[in-house]
């Protein structure tokens, strides 16, 4: 039995989608590689900063990392009306971030988070549209702190001169949109984008759910940014908090714009040119990425695969 032409076009869609996910992530790897052994001893030197970094800061930002994750299970319950397991909720965002430094994208993120919501006897159609729904309310949370943020400390965050290029760019965007609303997708888009607002109007509906997801949202922002600005004074940077936290901001929006597994490559080099950027010598630069890299990523990576295993196993994924 063969199957149906419409489900092998879309089969071998994804597939062609992977194929250039893969490609563009290994591009940025070994990009990231070369970097690596050109600037070798600057990275070796923040090592070596690092390892000699104030050790109560440094206990402080693995707390705020740790809190991370209670954040983002609180915006997560938030953006559901139904009450959702807590413990099993916050576990599954511990394994969901272990799974998002193997895909790009934040797809392993989301497709963790997204079948732990299926479990949890949610339909597919509305755990896709709980996760937009977290997802708006962090990109609206980051694009507040930023303007606050930028105000505080004005000058840190220089707009760039408007070329023609830009102009021409920003007309392309628009005559893309416009091809978009017109083509036969849109029909199937526009009822989408109406199941998010109705369950957003749903969770705005119960008092509490709002107060979680948007306290979850400013909670995981803020929390990745005092694990940075933790450990900027643990290797005594003189930066002040909130221009570390808009560095933070800026750099980490502007990496989500290139998808590598878990911003790896991308966010090392956004964040490393705005701290430099901002008069940081590259070798202090270079041990506060890597100080909150290995509190972010690679200390997390084995107990979150580890309980994605075993989460997997309780068929609670």
Wanted: positive net charge; contains cysteine.
């Amino acid at each position: 039995m063969t199957a149906p032409p419409s489900l092998t076009a879309a089969t071998g869609t994804r597939r062609r989608r992977a194929y250039w996910q893969a490609a563009l992530t290994l591009c940025v790897l070994v990009a990231v590689v070369c970097l690596l052994r050109r600037h070798w001893p600057v990275l070796a030197n923040g090592a070596g900063r690092l390892a000699v970094a104030d050790q109560g800061w440094l206990l402080v930002a693995g707390t705020a990392a740790l809190g991370t994750w209670v954040s983002s299970a609180l915006a997560q319950q938030g953006a559901v009306p139904q009450r959702l397991p807590g413990g099993r909720l916050v576990a599954a965002q511990l394994a969901a971030s272990a799974a998002n430094h193997v895909l790009p994208a934040g797809l392993g993120a989301g497709a963790v988070n997204l079948r732990f919501l299926m479990r949890c006897g949610l339909p597919v159609g509305r755990s896709a549209s709980a996760l937009a729904v977290k997802a708006t309310a962090g990109v609206v949370v980051r694009i507040v702190l930023i303007g606050v943020l930028t105000a505080v400390c004005p000058g840190v965050l220089r707009l760039p001169h408007i070329s023609v290029g830009v102009v021409g760019v920003v007309l392309a965007v628009v005559v893309l949109v416009a091809v978009l609303l017109n083509c036969p997708l849109w029909p199937r888009c526009r009822r989408a984008l109406a199941a998010v607002l109705t369950d957003i109007r749903a969770v705005h509906a119960r008092p509490q759910r709002a107060v979680a997801l948007w306290g979850g949202s400013l909670a995981f922002a803020a929390l990745h940014s005092l694990v940075l600005i933790c450990v900027t004074q643990a290797v005594e940077l003189p930066l002040s908090p909130a221009r570390v936290a808009l560095l933070y901001l800026a750099a980490s929006s502007a990496a989500a714009l290139l998808p590598t597994p878990g911003g790896i490559g991308s966010l090392d080099a956004a964040l490393v040119f705005a701290l430099t950027a901002s008069g940081t010598t590259a070798s202090a630069a270079a041990s506060v990425v890597l100080g909150y890299r290995l509190l972010t990523v690679w200390l997390p990576l084995i107990p979150g695969l580890l309980v994605l295993g075993v989460l997997v196993r309780r068929k609670d994924l």
